[in-house]
């Protein structure tokens, strides 16, 4: 059931390298995305790193088995690798008692792999962790202005950045619409306004804000976000159209 959200975020597609962001509105939980991406990359060999300040490699390998893969597994084959930014940068505070530069030690993981494989995907989880070490907006931005055009510098490639956006006045939602000025496709999701349901878990609303700069869409500026409820399982999401629940 991975396939709805690959799709919406035009995985499947062959089209020219993409940004794509995630935006987690009032605290939800957009980790489903994540697993989802995995899944399709695992399932196509499609080499990926895992840049995370936010969900662990075990929480991942729990997610994995509920969906049938291993994670482990291809991790130990290299297809998958898993960078934990957020300790690299405590082990760093406590060691030299400052915060390292973020770009130049992610930037050396993917060429590594790079040497492996064609094209290689990162995956940035927990944007807004960032702040938590006490990154400036500054550098935080400065961080995704330099990952996002090397990574997609590869034919077909993509990033993914997870931003939990916390408040209208929060650093977290400067970042996030800084990101999404980047983005080919963004991709905000949001509990229920009414609370929980045995139905719907929350809303989900995509929206392509690159394909202004396709010829395809040359004259249309104003492309309209699709919105959708979403409903999470052990095995992956399901959407359902607005009014169809």
């Not at 799709?7 to 062959?14: A, E, G, I, R």
């Not at 960032?130 to 990574?151: G, S």
Request: some cysteine; proline content about 3%; charged content about 20%.
């Amino acid at each position: 059931m991975s396939s709805d959200i690959v799709t919406l975020l035009q995985l499947d597609k062959t089209l020219s390298s993409r940004a794509v962001v995630v935006k987690e509105i009032n605290r939800c939980d957009s980790s489903f995305i994540t697993s989802c991406v995995l899944n399709y990359c695992i399932k196509n060999k499609i080499a990926v790193i895992i840049v995370s300040t936010h969900n662990s490699l075990q929480h991942y390998q729990n997610v994995g088995l509920k969906m049938n893969y291993n994670l482990q597994r291809y991790v130990d084959t290299g297809l998958v690798d898993y960078f934990n930014l957020g300790e690299y940068c405590i082990n760093s505070l406590l060691s030299d008692n400052s915060l390292p530069q973020l770009f130049p030690k992610v930037k050396e993981k993917v060429l590594l792999m790079r040497q492996k494989h064609d094209v290689v995907n990162v995956i940035l989880d927990g944007v807004s962790h960032l702040f938590d070490l006490n990154y400036t907006l500054r550098e935080v931005n400065e961080l995704c202005q330099e990952l996002i055009p090397f990574v997609t510098s590869d034919n077909n490639s993509f990033i993914l950045c997870h931003c939990n956006e916390a408040t209208e006045d929060d650093v977290s939602c400067v970042m996030s619409n800084l990101l999404s000025h980047k983005a080919h496709t963004v991709v905000e999701v949001e509990n229920l306004p009414s609370g929980w349901s045995t139905d719907v878990s929350g809303h989900l609303t995509i929206k392509y804000p690159g394909l202004k700069f396709n010829n395809e869409h040359l004259y249309i500026m104003d492309i309209k976000p699709s919105r959708y409820l979403f409903k999470l399982f052990d095995r992956g999401v399901k959407l359902f159209a607005p009014g169809t629940v």
